[in-house]
């Protein structure tokens, strides 16, 4: 294995890279596991140069795919003399060619994203479902690229190919997490979060906030070749989600939309007068806090992921809810593998 970038052994071993790897991976068994996964698609999936996965074009791998008559000028290596002696008629086998895949993860760092205390922080397991995926993918032999979007400095790592890129990719969202966990966060029990608000009633007060679709077309290009895009956002969007999905669609990828939400987020434990700030545009509001109202809030949290899903499925992307408070390793086997973005492979 590459010593750098692998998953195993002395790979592991580099002080630098170590530092970056424990940001991420606390528990690095994970990795073990990832590397024999591989990052799901579509059964023909058309990329750039050879990989291990079957494409729609018909090549030089050796899993055979059907065959065809002879024409003059084809190959006769690739006559298939067993056919021409029970049939007397010449056919010619042909093969899937095997390419790579490339998978676009868009990670929101925007700063709503820094909230769910250590343990369910939804920054951290943004990132570290960007690293399980892009390690999976380089695994495998496919390529990774990652772009930040919603922050103040959107980033971006290109394309990275191969197992040897894994500190690159490593280093680049640990670097992220470190910047945004800078950010100020609030907890339950000091100030509610303001992406508690982002899907109550202080959501309405707001000013026209950015868009997901502005922020991520900030973040840079639009992937130019097919392949598989996650989306990895908590969805404290105002606007831009719909059309987010529809153009990476018509960039021809195939869309999975990951919406993290943490505990605190889901049902809140909080009562009594409390001034909600909004984290994404610095507004406050002030509001008396009892449990008919805790409960309507939890009826729209609920609604918005069911919309969010109806949405996905009805643009032909697929939705999965992420709870930030589960463990990344069963994440990746109970949610991740069993939702199909991930397989495993011997």
Aim: net charge neutral; hydrophobic share 40%.
């Amino acid at each position: 294995m590459n010593g750098q970038g692998s998953g195993s052994g002395s790979g592991f071993q580099h002080s630098a890279f170590s530092g970056a790897l424990a940001k991420l991976f606390p528990d690095s068994s994970l990795l073990h596991r990832l590397e024999r996964m591989k990052v799901a698609a579509g059964s023909r999936v058309k990329g750039s140069m050879a990989g291990k996965r079957r494409s729609s074009t018909l090549g030089g791998s050796q899993e055979f795919a059907d065959y065809r008559p002879y024409a003059p000028g084809d190959d006769i290596r690739r006559l298939d003399w067993n056919v021409y002696g029970r049939t007397g008629r010449a056919y010619m086998r042909q093969y899937w060619d095997e390419q790579e895949l490339t998978l676009h993860v868009y990670v929101d760092v925007s700063p709503s994203m820094n909230f769910g205390g250590e343990q369910a922080n939804k920054l951290r397991c943004a990132l570290q479902l960007a690293a399980s995926g892009g390690y999976a993918a380089l695994s495998g032999e496919d390529r990774v690229a990652v772009k930040l979007f919603g922050g103040t400095a959107p980033a971006e790592l290109p394309s990275l190919r191969g197992r040897g890129s894994t500190a690159r990719l490593f280093h680049f969202l640990a670097a992220a997490l470190e910047r945004g966990m800078e950010q100020p966060s609030f907890q339950q029990g000091e100030e509610l979060k303001p992406s508690m608000t982002g899907l109550g009633r202080a959501m309405e007060q707001q000013a026209a906030a950015l868009s997901m679709r502005e922020a991520i077309q900030q973040a840079g290009q639009l992937p130019h070749r097919t392949g598989v895009t996650w989306v990895v956002s908590d969805a404290m969007y105002e606007a831009g989600i719909e059309e987010t999905l529809l153009s990476l669609l018509a960039a021809r990828q195939q869309v999975v939309f990951l919406h993290l939400l943490s505990p605190e987020e889901l049902n809140p434990a909080l009562t009594g007068e409390l001034n909600l700030l909004d984290s994404e545009l610095g507004t406050g509001k002030e509001v008396a806090l009892g449990s008919r109202l805790l409960e309507q809030y939890c009826v729209t949290v609920n609604d918005y992921c069911s919309h969010l899903k109806k949405l996905c499925a009805e643009r032909g992307a697929l939705y999965i809810f992420i709870d930030t408070s589960k463990p990344m390793e069963q994440t990746v086997q109970h949610t991740l593998l069993r939702a199909g973005v991930l397989h495993s492979h011997s």
